[in-house]
Each structure stands twice: as C-alpha cells, then as structure tokens.
C-alpha cells in the first residue's frame, strides 16, 4: 500500500510518452468532436462524369453509389426525388450531399474512392450531431465491447447480491444501472430514436425511489456484502483502479470536453482570457462553455504535460480524468469510515469504493476523457464536509463553478442535516464567496452578462436530440413545466424534512440532480457519474450491516 502512490503516479507519467494512435483520415470516430483529426475540405469537381485528377470514380458513379443508402432512400421515400450534390472530400473520398425541393440538405454520405465503399450515410438528427452516428469506438473504445461491458456488470452487482434475498431494494438499484447499458446499446448503433426514450425510465426509477428513501428512510436488515470478504473486496479495488488506468492509457480518446479543459488550462497559464471569443483558435471546438473551475482544476495537469495544439495527444486530459476518477473512489472510501464505526465504517468505505470503480458507467465516462468525475468527485467532497456549513458551502459552489449543474444542490446542502438560519447564512456566505472568485478574474469586457451567454445561458438554450425535448420539441411546454418542478423540489426539500441523516441528504441530493437532468435538453450517459455517489451512499447506507460478522454482531449496526 506504502508504494501505490508512487505506482499510480508512474502509471500516469507512462501518459505523457504513450504513443498516440494514428488513425485514417476516413475514421470518422477520431474527427471531432470524438478525436483531433482535420476534417477533410470539400470541393467541386469540374466534371460530373469523368475522375478528377488522382481519383478512381466520377461525382456521377459516387452519386449512384450513394443513392442506394438506406438513410438516402429513406428521405427519398418521405420527400420525394431528391437532388444530389457530390464533392471531393480530401483526396480519396466522395461527399454526396441530397437536398429536398426546398434546398435544404436532408442526407448525406461519404463514399471511399479507391473501391466504392460506402463509409457512411446519415439523415435526420444524425446530420448536424455526429455523437448520433453510431462510430464504432468513438465514445470510450474498448469499454463498448461486450467482453469488456457485460464481465464489468457482473463484477459490479455479483458482490452485493444476496441469494438469500433476491429481492431486496439493493439488487434492483444496481441491476437497473447495468440495464441503462440497453440504451447504450442502441446508441452505439446510431439508433437514438430508440436510444433516447429507454433512459427516461432509468431516471424516473431512480427519481422516485431516491425521493422516497430521502423523505421516508428505512433501514433495511443487510448485509451489503454478503459473501466476498471485505480484505477481497479491497483487493480487487486496486485491481480495477490499476485496470482503469492502464486501458485509459492503452485505448482512450480524449473526446472535446477533456481538449476543453486542457486548452482552458493553457488559456489561463498565459494570461489569456476564457471568455472573449478566442478560446480555441485552430481547433474545432467550442470550449467556453463551462464554468472557470472547470479549467483552474485542469491546469496543475496542463502544467506538468503542457498543451501543444494538438489534439491527437493530450495527456495532461487522460491525468485529469484519472485523478477525478482516483479521487471520488477515495472520497466514498472515506465517506464510507464517517457513515458507520470502527470495521463497519471500513467495511462500507471498501464497498463504495469498489462498486464506483466496478461501475461501468464510470468508467464509460473516465475512458472518454470527459469532465464529468470533476463534478462526481467534488460531489462526494461535500457529502464529507456535512459538519461544517462553510465547507460543504465552498464544494458546492466549486461544482457550480465547474458545470453549473450542481446549483441545484446549493438548497438541500445549505441546510445539511437540520435547519438552522445560522447553517442558511454560513453556507450562503462560503458559496458566494467561493463562486466570485472563481468568476471574477476571468470576466471579459462584455461583463457578467457575456460569461452567462457563453456558459450557463448556450447549455440551457443549445438544440440537441439527447432528450425526448430534443426528439419532440413540440413538448416544450411540458419541459417547462419539467424544470419549474426541479426547482420547486430543490427548494422544499431545503426545508422538509426538517432533520435528516447523512444517508438521506445523499438520497434527496440525487433526487434533486436526477430532477434537474430530466428536465436538460441535451442528456448524455456521462452524467450518470453526477449522481452515482449519491444513488451509492443512500442504497448502501440504508443497509443495517456491512458484512454478515457485523449484522450477527451487531443487529442494529446503523447509525
């Protein structure tokens, strides 16, 4: 144990001198916004009928061969005859482009010059998000493969699972998680029509049942781990942080959200500003989206591997999203030790700590390289600053200042365990203070008014079909609606129960966050990770006993 430290450390040095993968042009899965690769320029070519000059097929035989999509036939089929449009994409492919009568562009395909292939062919919501077209690999990589996702879902629910109580509570809060993957499945695929609907009730399960073990706690008789030794239980922990890292830096991607907070990180160490206009020159990404602490905590990493403009090879982005990830599994391992006494506390900590790193949906997120472990990790840091409302206070507010998300959170936190005005204005003070500055050194010209635009105001205003609204925007009225509830259940849940234990504030916190994601247009399976710990804490928490020596030891264990 004395020589982890150090061991992990190597481990994420190895990043800065890993090679990085160097991938076609025609792999769309390393194109942005998944992987730094140019998208190729597209031009005109002089004649429909004979090869331009190093090319193998007309525009007129691409177009024929582009016809025959089914993405192409599909709009054909709704619109009629469609008119086509061939460009040279790069040097070896074809861009067929298909409009409706109106002139608007309703497909598109890209052909392979050399043998015709079909690389790819998109309608729909697909043409203006490229995170809807199914690359294989593009989100995460290897952590998509069933040999790697479905022995990673039996790792996380089988040392939990109590055959002598196969329907406990517990058993259905993670077997639920592991059947989010359903969805993933057919996200993988391009299928987000299908996709998208299949997580609502993955979130409304945990809504409702996250409210009801906030409002109406229940110990339930345990154990949580009733069969593994907890010595094994730790053992394979530092297996699977070892495990993470190194597929992490063997097969990751650093998709536009880790370039993001890398380039924000370099923007800051040479006095540049975050929100002017300027964040990413040469680069096709729009970074100033999130808040400033977003990239204050990627600059120590930004630092040591310094960012170069390119975006193929970004390790100061893989050492971020390790150390969040390293981070959060110590903080429910130490919130672990502050929920119960003595080998209990120890035995908890162990099993929180081992079901967020067996989790495949943390990983799905480290793997990508994205942001969101910031928001789990400091999550969890004030679940263990409860005590102290000053403190509690100052993580909240670095989380707003990190993904603004978390705001929602600010009520239920600023109360903690019993309301008491004196806990509302400590926490109050700490968190204004902590969010001005954060802010203010990185305000531009434009003032307060142009940070808003370009962070909060772009993520609550910003079109995306991840989410039914996305999907239907004829149901705007009732995601109004939607959002009006999430801020009126954060509220009163600042105010009733008028005392609650550590277990039930994790519950209501979920609740509150799992509200406030129902009701966002864009939805991603990142954001599992920001109520993980939570959903972790109040379904472990909630058991009588640790261990079955605990529960014969002491049958009312739980505090």
């Known amino acids: 144990m004395s020589r982890l430290p150090t061991a992990l450390l190597g481990a994420i040095a190895a990043i800065a001198v890993f090679p990085a993968s160097a ?75 298909f409009a409706d009568a109106s002139g608007a562009t309703v497909a598109e395909a890209i052909v392979i010059d050399a043998d015709g292939t079909l690389l790819g062919a998109w309608h729909d919501q697909q043409l203006e998000a490229p995170l809807a077209r199914g690359y294989e690999g593009a989100v995460a990589q290897k952590v998509n493969a069933p040999y790697v996702w479905l022995v ?48 609502y009730p993955v979130l409304g399960y945990f809504f409702v049942r996250m409210l009801i073990a906030g409002l ?3 110990e339930r008789p345990g154990p949580v781990v009733p069969w593994v030794p907890i010595k094994w239980l730790a053992l394979g922990a530092l297996a699977l942080a070892a495990g993470r890292i190194a597929l992490n830096i063997a097969d990751s991607h650093v998709i536009d959200i880790g370039v993001a907070g890398v380039i924000g990180a370099d923007n800051i160490g040479h006095g540049r500003e975050l929100y002017a206009g300027s964040f990413s020159p040469g680069v096709h990404l729009r970074g100033d989206v999130y808040g400033p602490f977003n990239y204050l905590a990627y600059v120590p990493f930004e630092l040591i591997w310094p960012w170069h403009g390119v975006w193929g090879s970004v390790p100061a982005a893989h050492a971020a999203s390790i150390t969040f990830d390293l981070l959060t599994a110590a903080g429910l391992f130490a919130l672990g030790r502050r929920l119960r006494a003595g080998a209990d506390g120890r035995a908890l900590g162990v099993a929180l700590a081992f079901a967020w790193l067996a989790c495949p949906w943390t990983l799905y997120a480290m793997n990508a390289n994205a942001n969101d472990g910031l928001v789990a990790a400091l999550s969890v840091g004030a679940m263990l600053a409860l005590s102290s409302a000053s403190a509690r ?15 929602a959170l600010a009520p239920l936190f600023a109360t903690g365990r019993e309301r008491r005005l004196r806990d509302w204005v400590v926490f109050g003070l700490a968190f204004a203070a902590v969010v001005v500055v954060t802010f203010a050194p990185f305000i531009p010209d434009g003032g307060v008014g142009e940070v808003y635009d370009r962070t909060f105001g772009y993520q609550a205003s910003r079109s995306s079909p991840f989410s039914v609204w996305g999907l239907a925007p004829s149901l705007d009225f009732l995601q109004t609606a939607v959002r009006a509830g999430a801020v009126a259940l954060a509220v009163a849940l600042a105010l009733w129960p008028r005392s609650r234990s550590a277990v039930q504030i994790a519950a209501l916190a979920a609740a509150v966050t799992i509200a406030t994601q129902l009701g966002a247009t864009h939805w991603f399976y990142f954001y599992v990770v920001w109520f993980l710990p939570f959903v972790l804490v109040a379904g472990f928490g909630a058991e009588r006993a640790v261990t079955p020596e605990s529960s014969a030891a002491h049958p009312a264990a739980a505090r």
Do not use: C
């Not at 193998?56 to 054909?76: F, K, M, P, Q, T």
């Not at 993957?181 to 997580?199: A, C, E, K, M, Q």
């Open 152 to 199: 990673l879902s039996l790792v996380f629910v089988a040392p939990f699972f109590d055959r002598r109580r196969p329907l406990r509570l517990l058993h259905a809060d993670l077997l639920v998680l592991v059947g989010l993957g359903i969805s993933l499945y057919f996200f993988n695929r391009g299928d987000i029509t299908t996709s998208v609907p299949l997580t």
């Open 23 to 97: 991938g076609a042009v025609e792999d769309l899965a390393n194109e942005p916004p998944f992987g730094g690769d140019a998208i190729p320029q597209l031009h005109r070519p002089g004649s429909g009928h004979r090869p331009p000059s190093g090319f193998r097929l007309s525009a007129g035989r691409a177009i024929s061969i582009a016809s025959r999509a089914d993405a192409v036939e599909a709009e054909r089929a709704a619109d009629g005859a469609l008119k086509a449009s061939a460009y040279e994409r790069g040097d070896d492919e074809w861009q067929v482009n």
């Open 216 to 218: 109406w706690p229940r």
């Open 393 to 407: 206070g100052a993580m909240v507010a670095l989380a707003t200042a990190a993904k603004m998300g978390p705001t």
